[in-house]
Each structure stands twice: as structure tokens, then as C-alpha cells.
């Protein structure tokens, strides 16, 4: 049933270099310190020996699922790992993993089943409450480290065992007699279960992942039926609804975005891989339909999504609140999947606009300079004593809002290791006889249309300037495709081949350039990158009267730093020239937008909180305003920092 | 040690008849309709059966604290029938009163302890933990009932009970050998037994108010000592730190008001009685200090009280959200307690400045107009699916935040019914030559100054217009001071005696007529009531660029019923002329505002949530607006609602 021939595939990492620029600085800062950082962290945290079963392991004081998903944060290091060995080999990280994965092999059970909480800790309560205990989200990361460090070492290991665990799941869940008709309340084993397939060939394991897909949120809830098997009443759900975990219907069923926003994506994810593997045109429509509602309607201009720290997760359209936007750094990583996967469901480059979007901001901004500090939360505006990871505790921060080594639940960091590392897999995409270039970056990609090798070299210092120069390498002319991506953000253009200007429009987001190419033919692709001052759709009542600055796809902050205190009472005057420069002090190199502004501030305070405006006088005092890269935002003195401001 | 015949104290409500005008009309809802909503509440809830020691009260299937002060309401309740019942007989009222009184006597152990849960749910448990459990507090509620319905109706029976059970902790709690060191969490205790020390003439109430008010906070803290005791961590308290109860540290050396904001307020006009009976001058510091901490930084324009669902209470210096504003009801009448206390104090028309505006405005919209439905939080902006209330908990309310019959925790409700049934009380001081006057509306008002009977009319349809006449009658000529409140917010007023014009300047709030006063003497005063722009502290960030309108006492808002939606998207043009006038037909006829305004929204929105805004064309549509008085909102149309409102 499935014949996906004409749809494009993504052109795996081990295709392409990335050795400079942008991303090249990212990936050796993500190797040599993220990796590693993490690596610490995870054995200081007990997660590397919590896999020993040679090794007690305590049972916590108090009882938290936060321990219970130890595994994923092992997983998405190996996966981290894999990906960076492709193109990157490192004998310690290698040798750390091989021993990881020498203890994950012996802590897998005579069954198959492998998850160190229940095998150690609570090995009476294994698959009893799935809503909650997140085992199959534990084995999903598990399952794609497998496929990773496959890729990236040839080493089967971790593969077979999760093949087995794949087994295991396969005979305990799903619709025939005897099996269990549950799902994951986190979902990510889905997509994995797909990945395993595309890896193994195992046709089994697609087959579930579809199962899981189309079982979720049919009624009798499964949820409710756990609950009660193991005494409790479903209505005590602590998250109160399972929109929480997508589960309240049926996901065709389902009108919009809805939940915690990692689960939303990663089962979107999901969804989109079983909509391509199976060619089901509901699917499609759902997941046209979920992203149009997504993106039109909850997301942050940083690509954050999910505006509530109560339940992680998304609240009602155009509800973005800046200070406290929860924003989590994993949701945007998960919106970058799922964008990379309706990009090859749906070919379309309004997908990866959205993906760039996430990428350079809400998905960077997690990460320090440094690489070794993380954000969970990623708001728009930072004020001090305001912590949008913890301000339903009723304690604020007594300080600013800042990065941190590492997380009592420490999902992002190795989230972020992993696509980093991975983030060649996103460059390009092909089919029969298109190549679509999706990002700029300095690279070198290789691969084969109609058996001709093709070597492609892209040399940019994008997304600091869009001016980009492709050259090919053909072993003989070749009839094909070219598709650049022409960015949503991007109104004006020019483009040439071999010094001649085409003048195409874009179709679906990509000019496309079909003709025999020959050695050594050379495109230049010249994106005209103006400072854009932004505005939110009308009903984001949070930024009415308000403007951010973007330019490509980067948008830009005011930091205290540079502007001093008291952000709110800056005005950048609608008419305001906005000057684009590059800093080549700050960070390497990154380009500032520099302008007047004016900071009014109304003088005669004796005390009030309040006072008539008739007897109000103000300063104006001009403000020479230096806005910095939001992903860059809280790696240098702590403060203030406002992604949206006013104008007058 | 007391002196405090040159304070002025409160002329008692039983001298003061509000027949008509503004309160008028409040307190007849009030009687006729909150009052006995309330007590069928209580019915209903069971409250009222609760207190019936021959019913089975049934152990609640989960145990919530809130379970543990239904006594509390049960006092409030009564407390304000029998501020009811001074003035306005009403049989029905005071059968009900009665036989929940004969209830609450057997409900009274032989030691003197009167506690109906921990008498009937939880005997085990009494006094274990002060902490969380509010059995102080519910004494507290229940001596100022004892002491109200004392004063309404002559009838001591529940005072009696209630010096039982003041005995019972006086004999309990203390620092005297076999005593325990401890305090409430939730303050209240400590201001009822000022009220039943005065009523009784019984000391010991007063010192162990004052020992309540002193140990509170000091090292080692009790609620560490108690909590080992049960044998529980105290770092598991749930708010985590003792700010939410104001028992971090003793009171002496607090410098912020912090924590739970109506036990701060509760706490603090605890403080200042016992500063007043006590004369201590250190505690007058104090009150002052905190007095100027929470007003200047931490009070919304409407005299609401603690942002912060999650604590209930404040954060810090200038974090005063609105839409998400929590501001309880029951803080905005702690702070009307409060400042009275202030004032007799502390004599300055600052503090009373502050009880009017919490009074017209944050307390006042806790009830509906029609008097039988309540808010807890009282938001400053509405939009829809916005919760105040309940925001925390994942699930936003699909409907306009409206108000509610009953609460889980319906401690707001009969507290407005206290607070208004008694606001006669909040009219006037007096010391032995001089009368302020504190708070306008018609009434009749009877004292002696100098053992001369006066009687005093004041005519006036404040808050409506400023325009205040007042005559005297006496039995002879009497030399006194006549001081009248001009209030903060007035920049320009006349005043005249028996129609001779008088400039003397107001000091510390009041003019002061000194003089041989005679039969028939009329003074008049005329308080300029102009529509004001009021302005916020720069440092308030959310109100950055927009206004609040007040006039006189009253702050205004913005209603979609009478000026659409999308409320973010008004701005009110910085020379656009405003009118006051008088509605007849709202509300049984209240000052309305109106102008011209203007509505701006970006045009051509394609469907995406971000648009350079170079590429926007904008509508500006007139508005011609009207604003109502705020406490009055959401009594009609379900919809958005906005007080600060964008300016340019």
C-alpha cells in the first residue's frame, strides 16, 4: 500500500558536512561541550549507573515519575552521540556509549523488557499505568538511539536489544485477543517505532506505531481502564482531562492543537510518519489541519510553544503571554520534527519556514553560548524576579531568570545535543529528480540522481547575510531539479546560474531550477535581509501596540546589557531607521540592529502608585538601542530582556 | 501603660442610620439578599449542620483543609447579622442567629474548646498542627461574631461561649511553663481578642494578643517544633517557606508585607491594635513601614491585594498583572480593617484615602449588584477563557469569568456581608474635641463631645458628585473641631460654613473647623470630582503606555457590553475630552464616562499569526466609547473588560 517513491527523503547527515558558519560553530561547541556536559551530568544524576543491575538502586524517598523516564535522558545522549560519531569520531564519547549500551544490554530482561526503574525499583509495577509512567516514551528514546548509533557506528548492538523490546511491546500491546489495547500517555515510541522499521525493515513495528496512533483516545479510554485495574478512580487524573495527553479522542477527530506541547508534537510526529508510510489521506488532513491550528494560532515568533507552565502545554488561540511563556525548549525541538516530517508528507516550504523559525530561536535559545547551560523555559520577555519554570510555586526567584547546568526532569538538554548533532540531516531532501535545498549553512553534501554522483558545496556566512553561493560537482551532465528554498520571510530575491539571472517565482516555497546541470556550474541565490519590524495577528492582545525585530529568520531582543533597566518604558518611534551590522565582538560574530529609540519615563514620583497624568511630566530621554539575537539572550550580565516592544 | 484618650476612636455604627444614597442601597442588598443567600449556603454546604453534635458529620472521603474552617464562615456570617440586626430589626435573621448560636454553645467541649471539625471529624487531632489547620483563626471569627451579635443584640450567650474558648487558649498558649509556644497560621486570632479584651474589659485577652503578635516568627519556629512533633519534615510545608504566613521572621523585623495576603492584613491590623493598646512605638514603625510597603508597591489601582494565584498573595515591588490579577476580595476588605486601624493609629486621611479606595472599588466588586453572587479574584482586565481564580490548574474556563453562587472556600462572601453591614462604623471618629469625618454618604450620625448630644446630617449623592451638605443640631453651643476629609485623590474643593467661604488647607487629610459650633449650623463641601487619567509607577510594567480612568473615589472600566471586543485594540486618544454624567437607567443610576476613542487593528491577515508590519495597513475605526464603574463589571453581558487602557 505504500508507495512513497514520489515523495522526497530527507538526505541522511552522513551526506553532509557541516564544517563552518553558523552551524558548523554550534555543532563543535554542541561536541565538545554538550555532549560531554551532559555526559557528566547524567553520571553525577546516577542515570549511568541506574542502568547497572550489579548495582542497588534506591528506591526515592519520595516517589516521583521524574524517575521514571531516567532512560529517555540516557537514550537522547546515545542518539546525541551516534549522530556526532558519523562525522565526528571521538574514541572517549565512544567508549562511553559502547559501555552504556554493554549495561543497557544486560539490564534487558529474559522477555525482552528493558526499562531500569521498573526492572530495579518497581518491578510490580511494570506496564500498570501507562498514562503516567511513560515506559513506551522511555523505550521510543531508546529505540532511536538504536537507529542513531546504528547509523553512526555500524554497531548493532543497542539495535537487536531494542528490536527484542520492540518484540515485547509488539506481543503485549494491540488489538488481538489477549494483548493489551493501551498506549503511551507521552507520546514518542511512535515515531521511533517507524524510525525502527525504516532501519530494520521489521514491518511488525510500523504496523504497531499505526495501531498506537489509531487507538489513542478511542472510547473505552484505555486510561480509564488502567485506573481501575489498578484501583483507582480515573477521575483523580491529576492533569484532570486527557486533552492533556491527546488521548481525549480520537485523532482524526481532533480540531486543534491541545495538551502539552511535546507530547502534541512528538505524536503529530507520529502521525505524519504513519500518514506518509501508509499514504493515508485522513492523516494528511489531520495533520494539515492540527499545524495550521499550531502555527496560526499558538505559537510564539520564536517558534516557542505552549504558553502555560500548568500543564506544559498549549491553552486557547492566540494566548501567548511573554513573561510567563513556558515555551518549553523541547517543544520547539518537537515542532522541528514534526515540520521536517510534513515537509516530506506535504511538500511545502511553509513547513521548514516554521522549522527555521523554531531552529535559530526558540530551539537555540535553550542552550548557552558556552554550551553547557540550558534553559527548560524560554520566555519573551524576562523581568526580574520572574521565573516562568517556576512561578506556579508561589516563591519567585530572587534573581534574573538564567540558564541552568541541569534539571530535576533534564529532557531539553540532551533533546537539544541530538538535533544539533543531527541537524545535516535537515539541509536537504530528494526524490527521483528534485533536490530541495531547505537551509543555508556553509556545507558540502554528496549524493546520486539518476546514478550520477553529485557533490553540492554552499558557502554562506548565512543567517547573518543571505548571500549564498552553490557549486556543483557532476561525474557527467544531469537532467534535474534544483529547488531552493525561497524563505516565507524573505520579499525580495535574486537569483543567478552561472552569472545569469533567473527571474522564476517560487512554487510551494522553492524555485526551481530544472535543467542539465553540469560540472562545475555555480548558483548564487542572494536573500535580501532587511530589518522587518513584526507584528502579532491582532487578538494577541499580549503585543497590541508592540513590534519585534526580525531579520532572516533571527529575531532579535533587547538585553539589558545593552539598553539598560526598565525595558517596558522603551518606545521605538514608528519611523525610526533600524540599522543591520555585524558585531564582530559579541558571540564570534553575530549581526546587532542598532537604532533611536526614546525611553519615557514619567518623572514626580514622591512615593504613589498612582497618580493623575495631568500632573505628570515625562522625560524623553533618547536611547541609542542595541538588540542582540533572542537565542542569544542571558549569556552575558544578568537582566532585563524584552523580545517585544512598545512603539509610538 | 495605655493612654489613648487623645486617640480618636471609631463613633460606633449603632450612632450612625445610612437610610439612602450609595450605601443606602448596598446595605439593604445586603440585608435583603446576601445575607440570606449566605446562610442558605451555609445550609446547603452544611455548614450550618455541621455544628449539630448530634448529626454524624461525615469524615470527607478526601481530607482538604478547607474542610477545617467552616466555623470561619459560620462567624462571618453571624458577625454580620448582628451588625444587621443593630439597625435593621429582622426576626427571621435573628431566629437563625439564635438557634445556629444554641448549636455552637453545645458544640462546646467541657475544657472550653469549640471547634466543630476537630471536635467531630478529627478529635485526635486537635492543636497538632497551627500551621495549616485554622483553628485560631476560626476562634477569631467566631469571638468577632460573639462580640457583633453582643452589640446588635444584647445577647451574650455566644459571647460567653466564646471568653470560654478565648480561656481555654490563654491557657494553652503562651510562654509560661507547661504552655505552647505557638500562634496561628492564618493570623485573625489576634485581632479578635483585642475586640473581646475591649468589649469583655478581660486583659488576659489582650496579652495573649499581643504575646501572639510578638512570638510569631521567632527562632526556633514553632510551626518547625510542631511539625517534628507529628512527625513530619518541616521542609515539606507546602508553601515552602513560612513568608506565606508572615512567620519567617518576627514581626519587628519585617520590612516588606509578604506572603498570603489576607493573613498579612489580618496580621497587620493585629499589629496595629496592639501598637494602639499597648502604645508601642516600634510597632507603629512597623505598621507604618509595611503601611508603605504594600500601598506604594504592591496595591492595584483598585486597592486588590496579592497578584499571585499561587500563594495567594504578593511577590514583589511592582508586580501587579491584571488580567491575571488574583487580588481576592477578602484581601481589599483585610486592607479596609487595616487602615481604620491605621488611622486611630496613626490620625492621617492617608490611611483612610487607601480604605476608600479598596472600599468603592476591590471590595465592592466582590459582590454582584444584585447581591447574591461573588468573586474571589477580582482581575483588572477580563478576556475570554481567562480564570483568575483558577488559572493554575491546566484547565482554562471555556466561559467570561463571571461570578459564582458559593465557592469550595467560600471565605469572600459573608465577609462582604460583614464588611457592609457594618461600613456605618467606618464614618466617623472622635477624640474628646474633635469629629472627623471620614467617609460621605447621606446619614444621621449621634455622639457627644463634651458631654453635649450631637446629632449631625450629611447629604450627599456621593460617590456621584462631590457636592456634601452637612447640619448639626446640639442641645447647646459647643466648642469642637469639625474634621472633614479631603480626600487624596481631590486637587480643588470648596467649603463653606452657614454659606461663608473657608481656605483653610487640609492637614494631614482634614480641614479642621475649630470653633463655638450652634444649633442649625450648616457646613457644605464641595469636592471638584474631574474625570482623572491615573497613571502607574513607571516601574508597574504591565501598564506601560496606558491609563485607568477614576473619578472621585471610583475607578472605571471598559465593558465589552458597551464598547465591543477586543478591548487591547482601544486606545483612548491623549487629548480626547471625557464626560462624566449620570446614567439613570444603570444600575439604579451610577456616573458613567464617555469620549471618543479609537479601535486600531491591522488589516489583511492571511492566516499567519506574525506579518511584517511594513506590508500592514491598519483601520482606525471611532469609538465612541463609555466606561462603568468597575466594582459594577460582569453584571451584565458576559464579556472583556479592561481598566488600563492603552493611550497615544
Not at 542502568?51 to 524517575?67: A, G, H, L, M, Y
Not at 518484540?167 to 507521552?186: A, L
Not at 495538551?259 to 499514504?279: F, Q
Request: net charge negative; hydrophobic share 35%.
Amino acid at each position: 500500500m505504500n508507495d512513497n517513491t514520489h515523495r522526497p527523503q530527507a538526505i541522511s547527515l552522513a551526506n553532509v558536512r557541516i564544517s563552518e558558519g553558523f552551524w558548523g560553530e554550534r555543532q563543535a561547541v554542541n561536541r565538545d561541550r554538550t555532549i560531554p556536559a551532559i555526559y557528566d551530568q547524567l553520571v553525577r544524576s546516577g542515570r549511568i549507573d541506574g542502568w547497572d543491575v550489579t548495582k542497588q538502586r534506591e528506591r526515592p524517598k519520595k516517589r516521583s515519575v521524574v524517575d521514571m523516564f531516567w532512560d529517555s535522558d540516557s537514550g537522547k545522549w546515545l542518539e546525541a552521540v551516534g549522530y556526532s560519531l558519523l562525522t565526528h569520531p571521538n574514541s572517549v564519547l565512544e567508549k562511553q556509549a559502547d559501555e552504556l549500551i554493554a549495561q543497557i544490554q544486560k539490564a534487558q530482561q529474559a522477555d525482552g523488557y528493558l526499562n531500569s526503574y521498573f526492572t530495579m525499583v518497581e518491578p510490580e509495577n511494570r506496564w500498570r499505568n501507562l498514562r503516567d509512567w511513560h515506559e513506551m516514551y522511555n523505550a521510543g528514546h531508546l529505540m532511536e538511539a538504536a537507529v542513531a548509533y546504528y547509523q553512526g557506528t555500524g554497531k548493532r548492538t543497542l539495535l537487536d536489544v531494542l528490536s527484542r523490546y520492540a518484540d515485547h511491546i509488539d506481543q503485549r500491546f494491540g488489538p488481538r485477543e489477549g494483548q493489551k489495547r493501551g498506549y503511551c500517555g507521552h507520546p514518542e515510541v511512535e515515531l521511533a517505532l517507524v524510525k525502527l522499521y525504516q532501519t530494520t525493515g521489521e514491518r511488525r513495528y510500523l504496523t504497531l506505531a499505526n495501531y498506537f496512533i489509531n487507538e489513542r483516545g478511542k472510547q473505552p479510554n484505555y486510561f480509564d481502564i488502567e485506573a481501575r485495574e489498578r484501583g483507582d478512580d480515573p477521575a483523580d487524573f491529576w492533569a484532570q482531562n486527557y486533552r492533556y495527553c491527546q488521548a481525549h479522542e480520537p485523532i482524526r477527530d481532533q480540531q486543534t492543537a491541545t495538551g502539552h506541547a511535546v507530547r502534541a508534537c512528538y505524536l503529530y510526529a507520529g502521525v505524519a510518519d504513519i500518514a506518509l508510510e501508509t499514504d493515508d489521506q485522513e492523516l494528511l488532513e489531520v495533520s494539515r489541519r492540527l499545524w495550521d491550528n499550531l502555527t496560526q494560532t499558538q505559537m510564539y515568533l520564536t517558534g516557542g510553544l505552549g504558553p502555560a507552565h500548568s500543564n506544559e502545554g498549549f491553552t486557547f488561540a492566540y494566548d501567548l503571554p511573554n513573561e510567563t511563556a513556558y515555551a518549553e525548549t523541547c517543544a520547539s525541538i518537537a515542532l522541528v520534527f514534526w515540520a521536517h516530517r510534513m515537509f516530506h508528507l506535504d511538500p511545502d516550504g511553509r513547513y521548514i519556514d516554521v522549522l527555521e523559525r523554531a531552529l535559530y530561536n526558540g530551539v537555540l535559545s535553550g542552550v548557552s553560548y558556552e554550551g553547557a547551560h540550558f534553559f527548560y523555559a524560554n520566555p519573551l520577555t524576562s523581568y526580574p524576579n520572574v521565573n516562568p519554570y517556576e512561578h506556579w510555586s508561589g516563591i519567585t526567584s530572587e534573581r534574573h531568570y538564567h540558564r541552568e547546568e541541569w534539571f530535576n526532569c533534564p529532557c531539553c538538554p540532551p533533546n537539544l545535543a541530538r538535533l544539533v548533532a543531527s541537524i545535516n540531516g535537515y539541509f536537504y531532501s530528494i526524490t527521483a529528480d528534485t533536490v530541495y535545498i531547505h537551509l543555508y549553512n556553509s556545507n558540502h553534501a554528496h549524493f546520486e540522481v539518476q546514478e550520477t554522483a553529485i557533490h553540492l558545496d554552499q558557502r554562506t556566512n548565512y543567517p547573518w547575510d543571505g548571500e549564498i553561493q552553490f557549486s556543483l560537482q557532476l561525474e557527467q551532465p544531469t537532467q534535474f531539479t534544483l529547488a531552493l528554498r525561497i524563505p516565507g520571510w524573505c520579499r525580495d530575491y535574486e537569483l543567478q546560474v552561472n552569472g545569469t539571472k533567473i527571474s522564476d517565482a517560487p512554487i510551494a516555497g522553492y524555485v526551481r531550477l530544472n535543467r542539465q546541470w553540469q560540472n562545475e556550474d555555480k548558483v548564487s541565490l542572494s536573500l535580501k535581509m532587511p530589518v522587518e519590524r513584526m507584528i502579532s495577528h491582532p487578538q494577541v492582545r499580549m503585543d497590541v501596540g508592540q513590534v519585534a525585530l526580525q531579520r532572516g529568520p533571527i529575531v532579535y531582543c533587547l538585553e539589558e546589557s545593552d539598553n539598560g533597566s526598565n525595558l517596558a518604558s522603551v518606545y521605538l518611534p514608528q519611523d525610526a531607521p533600524l540599522t543591520a551590522s555585524l558585531d564582530k565582538e559579541l558571540f564570534g560574530g553575530v549581526s546587532v540592529i542598532t537604532g533611536d529609540a526614546l525611553r519615557i519615563v514619567p518623572l514626580q514620583w514622591k512615593g504613589e502608585l498612582y497618580q493623575p497624568q495631568s500632573v505628570t511630566q515625562y522625560t524623553q530621554s533618547p536611547l541609542k538601542f542595541k538588540a542582540i539575537p533572542y537565542y542569544l539572550w542571558a549569556n552575558r550580565m544578568p537582566g532585563e530582556m524584552r523580545v517585544w516592544i512598545q512603539q509610538r
